[in-house]
């Protein structure tokens, strides 16, 4: 009775353990992407106590500036979430890049992403493959997938920087908005890094 009483016991143990870890999803505990400064392993915070901090936690942000932006930020567009991201971070065929203002991104950012302010997107497409014309840009089928993202679902850096992206001739189908940006990369306790500049 005793022998099956401590079974029981420790196998509830184990189980309560193995419970309590926080995964990223019901297979993958962590993801490992190359940054300029070596690998990261992105996790989910292991703290079942923890709480979103500032600014994160700011439901109401006035509008204008802070509207909700649309689930695509124009035609042709793919909006994704996490999951997403974190294969496109291990894809040498994508770039993932921060759409906010340099000192947003310095504070702390998606590790493996590039920062591309959104002021300055459509002149930067030669870091995506594209090349310079009298036009603006020539932008072949075999330039990589572009994964945009700012604040969240009230910021319009990244919905804007896809826009203009386009106006200058980088195919939509190539753009990947991930909407929810840093307030859900932090509300779900993924890891953040200072960007480095």
């Known amino acids: 009775m005793r022998v099956i009483f401590w079974g029981a016991l420790l196998a509830m143990i184990a189980t309560a353990s193995v419970a309590d870890t926080v995964g990223i999803s019901g297979d993958t505990m962590s993801v490992t992407v190359q940054t300029a400064d070596g690998p990261v392993e992105i996790m989910r915070n292991q703290d079942t106590e923890a709480r979103l901090g500032e600014p ?3 439901t109401s942000r006035p509008c204008p500036n802070f509207c909700i932006q649309p689930m695509s930020p124009a035609p042709g567009v793919t909006t994704i979430g996490e999951l997403e991201v974190l294969e496109f971070l291990q894809s040498s065929d ?4 921060d759409g906010r203002i340099l000192p947003q991104y310095e504070q702390g950012t998606i590790p493996g992403a590039i920062s591309v302010p959104y002021t300055e997107a459509a002149d930067r497409l030669g ?13 072949e089928a075999d330039v ?3 994964v945009l993202f700012c604040n ?8 804007t920087a896809a826009r203009r992206m386009i106006e200058a ?3 939509a189908d190539k753009i990947f908005y991930y909407r929810g940006g840093m307030q859900s990369w932090n509300m779900l306790g993924l890891t953040v890094i200072p960007g480095a500049s």
Do not use: Y
């Open 127 to 139: 870091e995506f493959g594209c090349e310079v014309d009298f036009d603006g840009w020539i932008c």
């Open 144 to 146: 990589p997938a572009v």
């Open 94 to 97: 994508a770039v993932v890049v």
């Open 169 to 171: 001739g980088f195919p």
């Open 152 to 159: 969240g679902p009230w910021c319009g850096q990244s919905p």
């Open 56 to 58: 994160w936690v700011k």
